[in-house]
C-alpha cells in the first residue's frame, strides 16, 4: 500500500522527521516511533484482506514500515502466525479458567525474535544496507544471523561471550562474523552503538530500532485474530529492554483504531528474573525512574540492566492496570517444567520467567480466575538445556533385558522411591503418575 507510512516521531517532544535509518530525535535525542496513516490503512486492512494473507506475520504487512506491497519480495522464513494454544491443564493446576499460551518457541529459529529481524532485515535491504549487525543477548543473534543468510547480506552479531551454548551455536551455524565479549548485554550494546556511529551498518536494535521494534506488534495482531477477532482481557509477556510488551498492546489498540476488533479493556504485565528486574522494581516501588542493575540470572535472553523501553513498559503496565513480577532462578526452573509437563511446550528461561510470574498471578488473585489470559512463551528451551539438565529425573541405565527391567523400575524403584533412595528428587510421585 502506497502512503501508509507518514514518517517518524518523536515519543518524547512530538517532532517529526522522515523515513530514515535513525532512531533518536534531534531535538531533545528522545526515541522515535513509525507513525501511520490509520486512515487509509482502514479502507484496506479488512479481516478477509488479512485471512487471504500469507500464513506468517506478513498477513499483517499494511501495519508493519516496509514499503513493498509483493509478498514475492519480502524476504522471510514464514515467521509469525504461531499457535495459539488453549491451556486447559496449565489452567487448571493455576486455578485459571480461560488461559492460552502464545507459542512463539516454534518460529524458525526458534524464539520471537524472528519478528523483529524478518521487519528489521527488509527495511534494511530497503535503505540499501549491504551490513547488517545486531548486539544480542542471543536470541537475537541467532534471527539476525539467519536472516542475514537470507537476505544475502554481511552479517555480524555481537554477544556476551557467557551465553548458553544453544545460543552461540544457534547463531554460529549460520557463518555470521561472529564476536564474543568479555561483558553484560549492556556492555556490548555501548561497544555496538559506538560502533554504529562510524560503520554504514544497518544495527538491527540501533539505527534501525524504530522499524526492528514494530515486528513485535504482530504478536499483538495473531492474538487477537487466533482469538476469533477480540483482544485478551490480560497479556503476560517477558521483558528484557520492555520493547515486546509495548508493542503487544500497541498492536491491539491499533487493531481497535482500524475497527478489526471492538474497543476493550487489556490489563498488561509484565514479567522479570529477580537477577535483572529493573522495570518490575520501578512497577512495585511506584516510580517512574528505571534504576540501572547488573544482570545475575539464568533468564540471560532477558538480561538487559538498563533498559532501553523501560520506561515505556513501565507505562503501560501502569496505566493498564497490569502488574509486574520478578521471579527467582528456582521458579524459572520450576516454570519451565510445569509448562513442559502441562502443555507439552519446551520453552526456555524467559519462558519460565513468563510462566513462573503467571503462577504467582494467578495465587495472588492479581488475574481472576475467568479472566481471559495469554500468556506469552518467546523462546525454545532446547538453547537453554543448561538450566533444566540438573531437573531432569534419571536412573542408572540397564542391560536391555526384561529382568534388568523389572529389578530396576517395577521392584527396585519402588522400594527406593519409598525408602527417599531413589536417585529421582521425587520418585514417589512420577510413579503415582504412572500407575
Ligand atoms: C529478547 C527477548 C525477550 C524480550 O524482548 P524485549 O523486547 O527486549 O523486552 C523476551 N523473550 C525472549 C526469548 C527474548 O529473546
Ligand atoms: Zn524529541
Not at 500464513?55 to 516496509?66: E, G, K
Not at 557463518?175 to 544497518?202: H, K
Not at 481497535?256 to 535483572?276: D, F, K, T
Not at 522495570?279 to 525512574?289: G, H, L, P, R
Request: proline share 5%.
Amino acid at each position: 500500500m502506497k502512503d501508509k507510512l507518514t514518517g517518524l516521531v518523536c515519543k518524547e517532544c512530538g517532532a517529526q522527521s522522515p523515513i530514515a535509518p535513525r532512531h533518536y530525535c534531534e531535538e531533545c535525542f528522545g526515541p522515535l516511533e513509525v507513525e501511520y496513516n490509520y486512515e487509509r490503512i482502514r479502507e484496506v486492512m479488512t479481516r478477509e484482506h488479512i485471512e487471504y494473507g500469507p500464513l506468517s506475520l506478513w498477513r499483517y504487512r499494511d501495519l508493519l514500515p516496509v514499503e513493498t506491497d509483493q509478498p514475492d519480495n519480502i524476504v522471510s522464513l514464514q515467521e509469525g502466525f504461531t499457535p495459539l494454544i488453549r491451556a486447559s491443564r496449565l489452567g487448571r493446576e493455576l486455578g485459571l479458567k480461560n488461559l492460552f499460551v502464545k507459542n512463539d518457541a516454534v518460529n524458525p529459529t526458534y524464539s520471537f525474535k524472528d519478528r523483529v529481524v524478518a521487519v528489521a532485515v527488509n527495511r534494511a535491504l530497503e535503505f540499501g544496507f549491504k551490513h547488517i549487525a545486531c548486539p544480542s543477548t542471543g536470541n537475537l543473534a541467532c534471527a539476525v544471523a539467519a536472516y542475514g543468510s537470507v537476505a544475502g547480506m554481511k552479517t555480524l552479531v555481537f554477544m556476551p561471550a557467557d551465553l548458553e551454548q544453544g545460543k552461540i551455536v544457534g547463531a554460529g551455524i549460520y557463518q555470521p562474523f561472529l564476536v564474543r565479549v568479555n561483558g553484560s548485554y549492556d556492555d556490548v550494546n555501548r561497544l555496538c552503538s559506538e560502533i554504529a556511529e562510524t560503520m554504514n551498518w544497518a544495527f538491527v536494535n540501533i539505527n534501525i530500532r524504530p522499524y526492528y521494534s514494530e515486528g513485535s506488534k504482530t504478536l499483538g495482531f495473531e492474538i487477537a485474530e487466533q482469538l476469533g477477532w477480540r483482544a485478551p482481557d490480560h497479556i503476560v509477556a517477558p521483558m528484557a529492554s520492555g520493547s515486546l510488551l509495548t508493542k503487544i498492546y500497541k498492536g491491539l489498540r491499533e487493531f481497535m483504531q482500524i475497527g478489526l476488533i471492538p474497543e476493550a479493556r487489556v490489563r498488561m504485565s509484565g514479567a522479570q528474573g529477580q537477577g535483572c528486574a529493573p522495570i518490575v522494581t520501578a512497577v512495585q516501588e511506584n516510580s517512574d525512574i528505571i534504576r540501572p542493575v547488573k544482570p545475575d540470572t539464568i533468564a540471560k535472553s532477558l538480561a538487559i540492566g538498563n533498559p532501553a523501553d523501560g520506561y515505556y513498559a513501565w507505562k503501560i503496565i501502569k496505566q493498564t492496570g497490569g502488574c509486574a513480577e520478578a521471579v527467582s532462578n528456582g521458579e524459572i526452573i520450576e516454570g519451565i517444567r510445569l509448562l513442559a509437563r502441562t502443555e507439552g511446550i519446551f520453552t526456555e528461561t524467559a519462558g519460565g520467567v513468563t510462566i513462573a510470574a503467571l503462577a504467582r498471578l494467578a495465587s495472588s488473585g492479581a488475574i481472576a480466575p475467568d479472566e481471559l489470559t495469554v500468556a506469552c512463551v518467546t523462546g525454545n528451551g532446547l538453547k537453554t538445556q543448561e538450566a533444566v539438565t540438573g531437573s531432569i529425573e534419571m536412573c542408572d541405565p540397564i542391560e536391555p533385558d526384561i529382568e534388568a527391567f523389572d529389578e530396576a523400575y517395577i521392584e527396585d524403584w519402588m522400594i527406593r522411591s519409598a525408602t527417599g533412595l531413589c536417585p529421582t528428587k521425587n520418585g514417589t510421585e512420577v510413579l503415582a503418575r504412572w500407575t
